[in-house]
């Protein structure tokens, strides 16, 4: 009925989290420029705003196809309250549940993808600093 809004929820939160890193590591790369050493270095690391922005990806775009379900089946509609559940109290305790159950369900398996995406991830950057040549 509602389970998309918990996902949301935490897109809400990781996006917020993201322009504030984002923020973070450009005033850190400015001033890293600013410093006039004239050292170049080559990148293998992903910054951490780019990684936050694929939580956020996989997060707002399964939202919103389950939000399109949703409205599919007439369960959202475009008038007040928005939620058909929402109009009375027993529908609106099982879609509390529900939300409870399968909404953190789905954003917990989303998130435990993520977090295995970064493994793997980690695991690519470890590898190509290891193969890379040494430059003087």
Do not use: Y
């Not at 990781?14 to 984002?22: C, L």
């Not at 080559?42 to 399964?62: E, F």
């Not at 409205?71 to 928005?82: A, I, K, Q």
């Amino acid at each position: 009925m509602a389970c998309f809004l918990v996902p949301v929820a935490e897109a809400v939160v990781a996006t917020v989290i993201t322009k504030a890193v984002e923020a973070k590591e450009t005033e850190a790369a400015q001033r890293k420029a600013d410093t006039g050493n004239n050292n170049f270095e080559t990148k293998s690391q992903i910054p951490l705003a780019s990684k936050l922005k694929w939580l956020t990806s996989m997060l707002w775009g399964g939202s919103a196809l389950l939000a399109f379900e949703h409205l599919w089946h007439g369960e959202v509609v475009p008038w007040f309250p928005f939620l058909t559940a929402a109009s009375d109290p027993a529908a609106a305790a099982e879609m509390l549940a529900e939300m409870a159950t399968v909404g953190v369900a789905m954003a917990v398996l989303v998130t435990t993808v993520w977090g295995v995406m970064l493994l793997v991830t980690k695991a690519m950057e470890k590898k190509a600093l290891q193969t890379q040549p040494i430059s003087d």
